[in-house]
């Protein structure tokens, strides 16, 4: 069975950092691609950092410069460092691995870990 395991969520004062992780477990396939993504209160789903097997790495505009994304091939694991955090940061974040065969595409989420900044 397919598994994204999230960890290092938390509560942090503006200004302040955490870092998240994400392990894949039970895929036969190496993901094209991981990242994370985030859901507010209200709001839709939207990507916060993505990282290609092949290294290229794209950030939503509103974190670019304070978030950045890793992630280790060999072990299937993808982190995101956030620094100088916003309370428009707050969100539940959601791991997520993307699969291309040729022929089929597809994706796996994570269960999702509560980040909270406040001011």
């Known amino acids: 069975q397919v598994q994204l395991v999230e960890s290092g969520g938390g509560s942090v004062q503006a200004g302040g950092s955490l870092r998240l992780s994400c392990v894949l477990s039970g895929s036969i396939f190496s993901p094209n691609a991981m990242g994370w993504y985030r859901q507010a209160p209200g709001k839709q789903r939207e990507l916060v950092a993505r990282v290609a097997s092949g290294g290229t790495t794209n950030y939503a505009e509103s974190v670019k410069g304070r978030f950045t994304i890793s992630r280790d091939n060999a072990k299937n694991t993808v982190s995101l460092q956030m620094n100088s955090l916003k309370s428009e940061d707050t969100a539940v974040y959601y791991c997520?691995?993307?699969?291309?065969?040729?022929?089929?595409?597809?994706?796996?989420w994570g269960q999702g870990t509560q980040v909270t900044v406040s001011s």
């Open positions: 997520n691995a993307e699969f291309n065969t040729g022929n089929q595409l597809w994706s796996h």
